[in-house]
């Protein structure tokens, strides 16, 4: 619990600290649009209120609209059980809902429990009209589905597709990233095999050059001049080796000239932890085993390790204590580096995209490079390099599938929200299209009007009169031009099947019934046009 308190404390920070003109001007233009909605004398306001209780219902507005961004759940849950908040405040409530919660889970829980809250705090009995019982269902229905339901889905569906945005946003970063790491590790490849093709051609050709030269010059039987022209070629193809290795040298650095792998070794790494106490910083080395000879690839590779650990250190963790770790393992050799938490209390920084390069260079070595934080608090990135000289590795055989992933999210993004938008608005449309079909009045025909007299029997009345249920309009619409009812009289209205659009209205005949017997019968125009 206290976990999840804090969460929601930095989570609110958070929020706060994100905050920017733009946003606090649209917060406030949905808050006070919501206000003049929905309380007196907005055009959706329940009931007139005024004075002490208008600045009350205002404040409720004022607490609940902040709110739902820190407690959007509980928020629309808690409104819907308040009778006099009205439905402008309820779309805003759910569409926050439906933004900020991201479990499913929770999302359903969610909606269901406010519907509950809402069918408990319907008001079955006052209803401005004579319904059935299916009708208030279908409105209360159609209430929480357009009020609740339609704005939780549309925040959710918004949610998800600015998730989905920002997730190919960082993908397309990272993927330019990768892409300039492979394009880096493709041009050094192909540095390496020219600068290996001219150390085998021209290298071993200058070096004959030279043999012969050094071999020629001892011939007794050439002259001064001779010798002299024999060591000019000589002095000539020993420089040329000179160049030759140089420039071998350059295409070989994969950082710059200083990035020579025959002086950055793991041999090396003793220097590289002097230099880097001589800077201050509290590092210590640990050596152990016995050592292993260890192709160029890995003994660079193992060089790297150690100084992206103790420069990782030095800028995430100024002034913690490093240790460096170098052991020859029976079948590997492990390169660590771990540093203690900063001093400052927090890292000053994430780690940035050096630990991508430094984990290439060891896939190229061949070996497998870890890179966490400990409980302690601190960091550690560690490498198992192999003693042997192993293949350049070709490209990851993952990458088609890694690339097909945000496809599938794509494909399927938002479609919750959407199937669930679409049965809301099935259920709604199609229910008002089934009642709408069912007949709503049902009328006395002219035949069984014409068999009806005063002083029948009410019983034999009764079974000539329509004994389906009642329209969907009460009596009260139907006898407002009736004349006055017979004193003591019970009188029933019914509408008769021989209509004239001469009328202008629609015909009502009245039986009226006492002591049993028919007393009246007498049609009247209930009038349409007043």
């Known amino acids: 619990m206290r976990t999840r308190a804090e969460a929601l404390v930095a989570d609110t920070l958070a929020r706060l600290k994100a905050l920017t003109p733009v946003r606090v001007i649209g917060e406030v233009i949905v808050m006070v649009a919501t206000i003049l909605l929905d309380l007196w004398p907005g055009p959706w306001a329940e009931q007139k209120v005024t004075g002490w209780a208008l600045a009350g219902y205002v404040a409720v507005y004022l607490v609940l609209l902040p709110l739902r961004h820190v407690l959007p759940a509980t928020v629309m849950i808690g409104a819907a059980a308040i009778p006099f908040l009205g439905p402008a405040l309820m779309v805003v409530l759910s569409y926050t809902a439906g933004r900020r919660i991201e479990s499913w889970v929770r999302a359903v829980v969610s909606t269901t429990i406010t519907f509950v809250v809402v069918v408990l705090v319907w008001d079955w009995d006052v209803r401005p009209i004579d319904i059935e019982p299916v009708y208030g269902m279908l409105i209360l229905i159609t209430i929480f589905g357009v009020g609740v339901a339609l704005p939780f889905l549309v925040g959710r569906y918004l949610a998800q597709r600015e998730a989905l945005v920002q997730a190919m946003q960082d993908r397309e970063a990272r993927l330019q990233v990768e892409h300039r790491m492979l394009s880096r590790q493709v041009r050094l490849r192909e540095r390496s095999r020219i600068a290996q093709d001219m150390h085998d051609s021209l290298g071993h050709r200058l070096s004959l050059i030279s043999v012969h030269a050094g071999a020629l010059a001892l011939d007794p ?118 540093n203690n938490p900063s001093r400052s209390g927090s890292p000053t920084g994430e780690p940035g995209v050096g630990l991508i390069g430094l984990s290439e260079r060891v896939r190229v070595a061949g070996g497998i490079l870890h890179v966490g934080a400990l409980p302690s608090g601190g960091f550690r990135i560690a490498a198992v390099l192999p003693y042997e000289e192993t293949a350049l590795p070709g490209e990851p055989e993952d990458e088609q599938e890694e690339l097909e992933s945000p496809r599938g999210i794509r494909k399927w993004a938002g479609v919750g929200s959407i199937a669930g938008a679409s049965i809301v608005l099935v259920i709604i449309i199609g229910g008002f299209t089934y009642l709408g079909a069912q007949p709503v009045t049902e009328v006395v025909t002219q035949q069984n009007l014409d068999q009806i007299h005063e002083g029948q029997p009410e019983s034999e009345v009764v079974k000539l009169l329509p004994s389906g249920d009642e329209p969907l309009v009460g009596d009260g619409e139907r006898r407002t031009h009736a004349s006055p009812e017979p004193p003591g009289a019970r009188c029933v209205y019914h509408v008769t099947d021989e209509q004239s659009y001469r009328d202008d209205g629609v015909r009502v005949v009245r039986f009226c019934f006492r002591d049993g017997k028919l007393v009246e019968k007498k049609i009247h125009v209930q009038r349409t046009k007043q």
Request: charged share 25%.
């Open 221 to 338: 039987s050439l002259g001064d001049k001779q010798r002299e022209a024999i060591g000019v070629l000589r002095s000539a193809a020993l420089t040329g080796m000179g160049e030759l290795r140089a420039i071998i040298g350059v295409l070989r650095a994969e950082d710059g000239p200083d990035d020579d792998p025959a002086t950055r070794t793991a041999e090396s790494i003793d220097s590289l932890v002097a230099d880097a106490r001589k800077a201050g910083v509290l590092v210590s080395l640990v050596r152990g085993g016995q050592a292993h000879p260890l192709p160029s690839r890995v003994s660079h590779a193992a060089y790297r390790v150690a100084q992206e650990g103790l420069t990782n250190a030095a800028k995430h963790a100024p002034g913690a204590a490093v240790q460096v770790t170098v052991k020859y393992e029976p079948d590997a050799l492990v390169v660590e580096v771990r």
